[in-house]
């Protein structure tokens, strides 16, 4: 195709579907290629009506990709797009109640962990950590003999069985995960003094090895920063002792075990409390050295269940999409003072706690799904745990029938094309613009893949490489708030039994048009030597 030609394939939802050859670069210095674009709209249809193409060569691009050199700046853990299956969902239990369900109490049964449409789907995002905990895990019992009857004992909320703790092995080893976990923490383990007894922790660490339950790393506890399912009162001194007890067992039964924390939330914008009930530089001191991961939780907000005003206006604002940087700093400092060259991982994250609001499921979040990945990755964030796999309002995957949700597209896009090497971009567009640079994975020729977020809901922009050519995968949706995603054009939808569909790109030659709130993933040959070894 001649460099001044732009063409545009069928779209959904009634865009047109027409090659416009040798043309374009006359209509554009005319001030008529809008009127070109298959939308009534000038300048480019929004997130709520149609979408126009998303290949357009002009004579001139808005930005032009490029990296800032030629060696990466980060490398982050090939499971760097990791999540989370609460302990709840596990046991079986009351999890955050759908918004619609009135107002009696929710029960979700155990999650079938054995469905193949499950495993499918999980296997598009792998190879992944799969952690096992939340708030929940503080208060569970592990019964691997079956005594309990399933009741659970005092000081308890819950039991896990020994042969649903098989099954998370089972399901791991199935889709390329490890597991992370962390241990109960409530009165039920603790002694008449209030002293962590690390007897249930050492029955679940003997279970696995002796289950083959791959058991890679774990948290002492979920979120020592919030007094749930710790005793009144419990403060660093208090955590520091226990977590001494902690390191004696694990280095006693499975030395090898990667010990996360300290789990910190709340210290930089609380959101949930006034403050942490024990700060994370605190916990620091208390472990004195003895974590081989450092993670914090974080979430831009709470939810409409604990509280929140904030509606989804907000989503695609500057201001909420840079709500992560004040943390991630704060976090990552306390990294370099306390535990130097320890790996970081988010290990909860989702558009907000307490479940996540009614749009978490929307296509209004993934702009920022994919800007939490590019900003975390950029800096030291070696692995995130997306809150959750395949519960509530927040999770990658609708509970009922196990639909894949917008942000699990955009996660399996990313696991595809965005490697573990991160690259400098040359340009940082607009605040309403954002570009990451990756090495893309498993290329049989090196080539460097950008993912450009445009987060304005009324500006298009347009991309090009400096070879010229790309390779585009464009992430739409007909509106903010619809629950489907389209690549190039083309809604996405899993198999009955959760195999993933044909995911191809698009070849461009010049510009690459990003209409507003839209995800470009643009991939481009290079030479630049961290993607060549």
């Known amino acids: 195709m001649d460099e001044t030609a732009r ?24 001030g008529l290629l809008a009127g070109c674009s298959g939308s009534d709209d000038e300048g ?18 808005d930005v032009v990709l490029a990296v800032d050199g030629d060696d990466a700046v980060a490398h982050v853990d090939d499971r760097f797009q990791s999540y989370n299956i609460e302990m709840v969902e596990v046991t079986g239990g009351e999890f955050w109640k759908p918004y619609d369900s009135g107002p009696g109490k929710v029960t979700r049964p155990p999650i079938d962990l054995t469905s193949e449409r499950l495993r499918n789907l999980a296997r598009g995002l ?51 995960g490890e597991v992370v976990t962390s241990f109960a923490s409530g009165t039920g383990v603790r002694d008449a003094a209030g002293v962590w007894q690390p007897d249930q922790a050492r029955s679940l660490l003997e279970f696995s090895k ?77 472990a004195d050295g ?60 989702a558009q907000a706690a307490c479940g996540g609001d009614r749009w978490a499921s929307t296509y209004r979040d993934v702009i920022r ?19 959750t796999l395949a519960a509530s309002d927040y999770a990658l995957l609708d509970e009922d029938g196990l639909v894949p949700r917008p942000n699990y597209w955009a996660a399996v896009l990313w696991h595809r094309l965005m490697g573990p090497a991160v690259l400098d971009v040359a340009h940082h567009p607009a605040p309403d613009l954002s570009v990451y ?30 070879s010229g050519s790309a390779e585009v995968y464009l992430l739409t949706s007909d509106s903010l708030d619809s629950g489907s995603i389209s690549l190039n054009g083309t809604v996405l939808a899993a198999a009955d039994d959760g195999t993933l569909p044909p995911m191809e790109a698009e070849k461009a030659t010049g510009s690459v ?21």
Not at 9 to 29: E, K
Not at 440 to 446: L, R, S, V
Request: aromatic share 10%; glycine share 10%; charged share 20%.
């Open 7 to 30: 063409y545009s394939r069928p779209m959904h939802s009634g865009a047109s579907s027409r090659f416009l050859i040798g043309v374009a670069a006359i209509l554009a210095t005319a």
């Open 44 to 61: 480019g249809s929004g997130p709520d009506g149609d979408r126009p193409s998303s290949t357009v060569v002009a004579s001139d691009a």
């Open 126 to 176: 792998g190879p992944a950590y799969i952690r096992v905990s939340g708030s929940w895990a503080n208060t569970t019992y592990f019964d691997p003999e079956g005594t309990s009857g399933g009741v659970a004992p005092e000081g308890f909320g819950g039991v896990l069985t020994g042969d649903q703790w098989k099954g998370v092995g089972d399901f791991a080893r199935a889709v390329d």
């Open 210 to 286: 002796a289950n083959d339950v791959p058991v890679v790393a774990a948290e002492f506890v979920n979120e020592p920063s919030i007094p749930l399912g710790v005793p009144a009162g419990y403060d660093a001194a208090a955590f520091g002792r226990d977590f001494t007890t902690f390191k004696e067992m694990v280095d006693d039964v499975m030395p090898d075990l990667r010990i996360v924390g300290p789990g910190a939330v709340e210290d930089v914008t609380p959101i949930i409390l006034k403050g942490p009930a024990i700060p994370a530089e605190d916990m620091f001191k208390a």
């Open 290 to 349: 003895d974590f081989d991961v450092v993670s914090y939780h974080f979430y831009p907000k709470v939810s409409e269940r604990c509280g929140s005003k904030e509606g989804p206006e907000v989503a695609l604002t500057p201001e909420f999409l840079s709500r992560i940087e004040p943390d991630k700093d704060f976090y990552e400092g306390l990294r370099d003072q306390y535990q130097p060259d320890a790996p970081m991982w988010v290990t909860e994250i």
């Open 369 to 387: 799904y994919v800007d939490s990945n590019g900003r975390l990755a950029t800096g030291d964030g070696d692995a995130m745990f997306h809150n």
């Open 437 to 466: 640079a990756h090495c893309t994975p498993g290329a049989e020729d090196p080539s460097v893949t950008y993912a450009v977020v445009n987060s304005s809901e009324t500006e298009t922009r347009t991309v090009a490489t400096g």
């Open 513 to 533: 048009e990003v209409p507003p709130a839209s995800v470009a993933f643009v991939v481009e040959p290079t030479d630049v030597r961290a993607c060549s070894r």
